[in-house]
């Protein structure tokens, strides 16, 4: 049985950082792409950031690049979400994905595997 797991998710005022994890158990993880993904409150879900299996190659929604960064740990099948300079309107629970297509990233979210995510709110 496959398992998504994040966590890291918390309260941090605007300008600063926060870790997310996510740990995929029951599936090869170092064979699949990994992406992130959120929603915010009245909004519908969109792709945030995406790691090839490899973790050679990488994308970013426009409206974090350059502030998040993605990263794997193939032994450690754990999935990271490094986020800095955050800001108010990066509050949204951000899920974990498993096994998706990182060229469609921005487009309708598909995954094979979700985690059930992680509240972050950035205050003001």
């Known amino acids: 049985q496959v398992q998504v797991v994040e966590s890291g998710g918390g309260l941090v005022q605007a300008g600063g950082s926060l870790r997310l994890s996510c740990r995929a158990s029951?599936?090869?993880?170092?064979?699949?792409?990994m992406g992130w993904f959120r929603q915010a409150p009245g909004k519908e879900r969109e792709g945030v950031s995406c790691?090839?299996?490899?973790?050679?190659?990488?994308y970013y929604a426009d409206s974090v690049k350059g502030r998040f960064t993605i990263s794997r740990d193939n032994a450690k099948k754990t999935l990271y979400l490094q986020m800095n300079s955050l800001r108010p309107d990066d509050t949204a629970i951000y899920y974990c994905?498993?096994?998706?297509?990182?060229?469609?990233?921005?487009?309708?979210?598909?995954?094979?595997?979700w985690g059930q995510g992680t509240q972050v709110t950035v205050s003001s």
């Open positions: 029951g599936l090869t993880f170092e064979d699949y792409n």
């Open positions: 994905a498993a096994r998706l297509n990182c060229r469609q990233l921005l487009g309708y979210p598909s995954a094979n595997y």
């Open positions: 790691i090839s299996w490899s973790g050679v190659n990488t």
